[in-house]
């Protein structure tokens, strides 16, 4: 069992920047691929980046490519999302999430390939 906890959420002035962490514990992190996801207010959950098991492999929703840049430390059990630029439509929960893959290469963008989500971390992006 794999547990994932966020943090670094908080408020922004827009054009300001965040870095969300996520720690993992109980598993062997290296062998899942993360992602990012999002949730704002009345919408559905959506993606917004992934990383490879490797750390070489990324992908990004085109909403945010280019501000956001998704890294991960298998030594601390934990991935990042640096979130530069930040616009009031990047306001939501984010979650991270571990998908266990015996591919150092794979990423995914769907939901419902994760294994393991955290409790999710705020952001608002005041305008």
């Given at each position: 069992?794999?547990?994932?906890?966020?943090?670094?959420?908080g408020?922004?002035?827009?054009?300001?920047?965040?870095r969300l962490?996520?720690?993992?514990?109980g598993g062997?992190f290296?062998?899942?691929?993360?992602?990012?996801?999002?949730?704002?207010?009345?919408?559905?959950?959506?993606?917004v980046?992934t990383?490879?098991?490797?750390?070489?492999?990324?992908?990004?929703?085109?909403?945010?490519?280019?501000?956001?840049?998704?890294?991960?430390?298998?030594?601390?059990?934990?991935?990042y999302l640096?979130?530069?630029?930040?616009k009031?439509e990047?306001t939501a929960?984010?979650?991270?999430a571990?998908?266990?893959?015996?591919?150092?290469?794979?990423?995914?963008?769907?939901?419902?390939?994760?294994?393991?989500?955290?409790?999710?971390?705020p952001?608002?992006?005041?305008?």
């Amino acid at each position: 069992q794999v547990q994932l906890v966020e943090s670094g959420g908080g408020l922004v002035q827009a054009g300001g920047s965040l870095r969300l962490s996520c720690a993992a514990s109980g598993g062997t992190f290296s062998t899942y691929a993360m992602g990012w996801f999002r949730q704002a207010p009345g919408k559905e959950r959506e993606f917004v980046a992934t990383i490879s098991r490797s750390g070489g492999f990324t992908y990004y929703v085109d909403s945010v490519k280019g501000r956001f840049t998704i890294s991960r430390d298998n030594a601390k059990n934990t991935v990042y999302l640096q979130m530069n630029s930040l616009k009031p439509e990047d306001t939501a929960v984010y979650y991270c999430a571990a998908d266990f893959t015996p591919s150092l290469r794979a990423t995914s963008t769907l939901a419902r390939t994760y294994d393991y989500w955290g409790q999710g971390t705020p952001v608002t992006v005041s305008s």
